[in-house]
């Protein structure tokens, strides 16, 4: 009888102690997976401190901010993805870019070298309200 009690004392004492080490409160545990609330865990959000910052964000174009992690492709980082550019190997080039007059190049491209008279489209046809961001550290 007196070898059966220690071994199951030992393990009653164990079993109970280990809850209380590994116990994090829920929210602990959700700050530790997603600091800034937007539901994409640290390994695959690209500024885990901006929670309009995630992997398939809204992003509106032109603000210098990449919302959506990189997922539309954007060759020459001038913030509108190639599909939209009109030259996605130019930075200086991309619809409502400011078009210097007879330069001989459609900077904003509408067709037209000049300065536009109409207004420029400036937002994405995916998200026409996305807001505008100021981007964290990392967009």
């Known amino acids: 009888m007196t ?18 080490c590994v116990y994090v409160t829920k929210k602990e545990f959700e700050s530790f997976w997603d600091s ?8 695959q959000d690209c ?3 901006d929670a309009d910052v ?5 992003d509106r174009r032109g603000d210098n901010c990449d919302a959506d992690c990189g997922m539309e492709p954007d060759s ?9 550019d009109c030259a996605p ?4 080039i991309f ?6 007059p007879n330069d001989g190049i459609d900077s904003d491209c509408n067709g037209f ?10 937002d994405d046809p995916d998200f026409p309200d996305a807001p505008t961001l100021s981007c964290g550290g990392g967009g």
């Open 3 to 20: 070898r059966l009690r220690l071994p199951l004392l030992a393990i009653l004492t164990f079993c109970l102690a280990l809850p209380s």
């Open 36 to 43: 800034d609330g937007d539901g994409w865990p640290l390994d």
């Open 47 to 49: 500024d885990d401190n």
């Open 54 to 58: 995630y992997p398939y964000a809204p």
């Open 76 to 84: 020459d980082g001038d913030d509108w993805p190639d599909q939209a």
């Open 89 to 92: 190997e130019n930075a200086f």
């Open 95 to 100: 619809p409502c870019a400011n078009d210097l």
């Open 113 to 122: 070298d000049g300065v536009r008279t109409d207004t420029c489209p400036g």
